[in-house]
């Protein structure tokens, strides 16, 4: 895919030619505000158009992220067979069901299962200590590198959506950057974002070599003391990923049935 999306407006023309074909269209691409400009800005962003379906890749280096606006099934099998991807890629697909409508037009045209993610939630406002909530403090920008570097390093870029430095420093400048620190050198972090009535907790990590301190309590309250106006909280979390599941249980998490499908083609 060599043509790329620069504008916003362009999305939304390409968008606006599969709703005429289909009126309720397939799609695994919503707007976000604090990356999806940098991509345009970035230039990372490109499309291939197909009738009733457009595929968009985004370009993050290592691997390419596929999204797809199409009138149905059909569009998108013959879009998917009609495009040759010269990098690994990976797609989600965000659905409430077991087996999402798309799922198997992937899986005919070579993509593999690779995770499952589901969402948790909370209604209400969370378990908090206000006295363990003062020990972590917000980012200064500095030192968002180190921490997008630690997201690499012990997250999986895949699945978990890793942000960009730029979206980082979006979220920062809400305060959705907590980071714990001993002696300057920063020990462990958490990341969210308020939406609101809803809080979105993205990533919550301590260094292993500084477990067992109270840090990931520490960096805990004082995430948990910027929800404290939200009614409903939510996060996503890995299947297997049974040591993050019991933590948030334990707090008052939820599994909800929404279900995010991670595929891979090579």
Known sequence: MDKLITSFSQLTSLFSKVREVGERPLTNFFWDENKHPYWLEAKTLAYEEFPGCVLLTNDNGD?????????????????????ELKKQTSLDIVSKSDAPTELSVFESCGYESYKRLYRMSHIGQLPYDPLLANDACKAEPRELEVVRNLLYTHFDPLSEQIPTLYELQEINKKGGVIVYKED?????????????????????FVSEQHRNKGI??????????????SKRQILWVIDDNYNAIKRHTHFGFKEEKLYDYVLLKK
């Open 63 to 83: 691997f390419l992220n596929l999204f797809y606006f199409a009138s149905g099934t059909d569009t998108l099998n013959s879009a998917l067979r009609s495009t």
């Open 184 to 204: 300057h050198d920063i020990c462990g972090f958490s990341i969210f974002e308020d939406k609101g009535l809803t809080w979105y907790w993205r990533y919550w």
């Open 216 to 229: 990931g309590s520490r960096l805990y309250n004082a995430s948990v003391k910027t929800s404290l106006l």
